[in-house]
């Protein structure tokens, strides 16, 4: 099922910075299109907007914490009060937390909030709003965490896993254009939690993919209706490995992670 953005209405979580706000700025400037933009600070959200120039009235800002349920309702309820029906909901909102073995049940519970929960509440109350737009989409963004795991980020794949299987099951269920994204390793603002000196973030990042030939490569398979779409060298060569070796390549992968000797890695 091809799918043309030209000139639609899409809510992006994580809109702010990283992937989310790459893609706002693509869907903008090239397919003319109004971005309803979510994130917890209204303050990157109008820096951001402030970016855009002369067509900063094409970017929305809406702050609120996307991984409270309460929020989505009440957003929903405006969106029918005002007689808006956007067309996609695009979900990048997401937290990377610091590379690290043995996370407490707490923090796991933070990253599902964020990773999954989120997700599961947008699509949940969307969805009969974007059915309202005759041309609706939902794009969930995983990781290619979720293609391969490996060591010191435990919470985070299985939250990754859970929003990759979340979305094929939904897109079971509806006739609309379901798909789901798995980027490797990019270079977004994801990174600074890892609470690594500047050096080895910068030696790490060379590695990384660029946001933007990212964003042209999803939109490109996303206008094709692909429903899956993993992006990134990193991510095709963990999704071959595991397919290849299921019970050796995390372990390979965890190794190789761990004899780099970066700060980002000491503790997995």
């Known amino acids: 099922m091809k799918y043309d953005f030209k000139e639609k209405t899409v809510i992006i979580t994580g809109a702010s910075s990283g992937i989310g706000k790459t893609l706002a700025f693509k869907l903008i400037r090239d397919y003319g299109c109004t971005v309803i933009a979510i994130a917890r600070n209204e303050e990157r959200l ?38 808006t029906y956007p067309h996609v909901l695009i979900n990048c909102a997401g937290v990377l937390p ?5 996370q407490s049940t707490e923090e796991i519970k933070k990253i599902f909030d964020i990773n999954f ?14 059915k309202k737009s005759g041309k609706g989409a939902i794009i969930n963004v995983s ?4 293609l391969c795991p490996f060591g010191g980020v435990s919470g985070y794949t299985a939250s990754k896993v859970a929003a990759e299987r979340y979305t094929y099951a939904l897109s079971c269920e509806t006739d609309m254009l379901v798909s789901c994204i798995m980027p490797g390793f990019t270079k977004t603002d994801i990174m600074k ?13 060379k590695i990384c993919a660029d946001p933007e030939k990212s964003v042209r490569k999803m939109l490109r398979r996303l206008k094709r209706g692909k429903r899956r779409i993993i992006v990134g ?29 970066l700060d980002l890695f000491k503790e997995i």
Request: charge should be positive; aromatic fraction near 10%; include cysteine.
């Open 233 to 261: 060298a990193d991510a095709h060569l963990m999704n071959i490995t595991y397919k290849l070796l299921p019970n050796r390549a995390p372990k390979i992968i965890t190794w190789f992670l761990r004899k780099t000797k």
């Open 117 to 130: 929960f989120s997700m599961v509440y947008s699509c949940s109350v969307l969805m009969p709003i974007l």
């Open 143 to 146: 990781s290619a965490s979720a």
């Open 98 to 102: 610091k590379f690290r073995s043995n």
């Open 46 to 83: 109008r820096g951001a907007k402030a970016e855009l120039e002369g067509l900063s009235e094409k970017y929305v800002v809406t702050p609120f914490n996307a991984s409270v349920e309460e929020n989505w309702v009440n957003f929903a309820r405006d969106l029918e009060n005002s007689a």
């Open 193 to 205: 939690n890892q609470g690594a000196k500047d050096s080895d973030r910068r030696l790490f990042e």
